[in-house]
């Protein structure tokens, strides 16, 4: 199968170290040749193969070697390096129905950090997800903990050894089942309501509550 014959002049103002890669865009089209550096940014790359392509760039995702090539981590551009002979796959993502508003991007699915997340935070979450390959869950779980919260837990676990050894395993999980239904019961505002009526001034319950009283009440109007 004969193969176009792509060659960008200037990607990164530099023309040596340059190296010949195959580029195989998803569907009916002809693999084609690529001259780019062997030291590219990813971004690049991308706008040089929508630009060649008429593809839109938005929707192109670049696959070497069974990695999606992502454009940046951590706001930091990422590079990719080529050897000659290389084979990059192309996949063109589908535009949504016109007037239909549909996002299926998967980095829309996956837990992402606020972009006023502080710098550490950011380098702490690309090594978890990227290097420990943490899923998503836990991603979550971890980033939603602030700093009071973590220093809890790691004093829950650092006396539960002790515990332990003083026979009191079961008091201290007990223990810490009651603190975290007390820590966790809130306050309720002035004029605020509680559920249950024992808690509340003159025995008052909320509207639509279902007691013998309703009920009785009910019966007798023959509404039940």
């Known amino acids: ?12 103002g530099k ?10 865009t998803i569907g009916p089209a002809r693999p084609s040749r690529l001259h780019v550096p062997s030291s590219i940014k990813v971004l690049d790359l991308r706008k040089l193969i929508a630009r060649k392509n008429h593809l839109p ?19 930091d551009d990422i590079y990719v390096r080529f050897n000659d ?20 991007d998967d980095e829309d699915l996956k837990f992402q950090l606020p972009q006023s997340t502080s710098q ?8 978890l997800r990227n290097r420990m390959k943490l899923p998503d869950i836990v991603l979550m779980a971890i980033f939603s903990l602030g700093l009071k919260a973590w220093a809890l837990i790691i004093l829950w676990f650092t006396l539960a050894p002790i515990a332990h050894k003083l026979d009191l395993g ?5 223990g810490t089942g ?5 820590l966790n019961l809130g306050r309720r505002q002035p004029g605020d309501v509680s559920a249950y009526s024992i808690f509340n001034e003159d025995f008052r319950e909320l509207p639509g509550t279902l ?3 309703a009920i009785d009440r009910d019966i007798r109007t023959g509404q039940f």
């Open 1 to 12: 199968m004969e193969m176009e014959e792509i060659v960008e002049e200037e990607t990164s």
């Open 85 to 104: 002979g290389d084979y990059l796959i192309v996949a063109v993502k589908p535009k949504a129905p016109v007037g239909l508003d549909i996002d299926d």
């Open 170 to 174: 079961p008091l201290y999980i007990l």
């Open 15 to 24: 023309h040596e170290n340059m190296v010949e890669i195959t580029v195989k």
């Open 120 to 127: 550490w935070k950011k380098k702490l979450y690309s090594f």
């Open 211 to 213: 007691n013998a009283d």
């Open 178 to 182: 009651f603190c975290l239904i007390f």
């Open 57 to 75: 760039v938005e929707n192109l995702k670049l696959i070497l070697q069974g990695m999606v090539l992502h454009d940046h981590e951590d706001e």
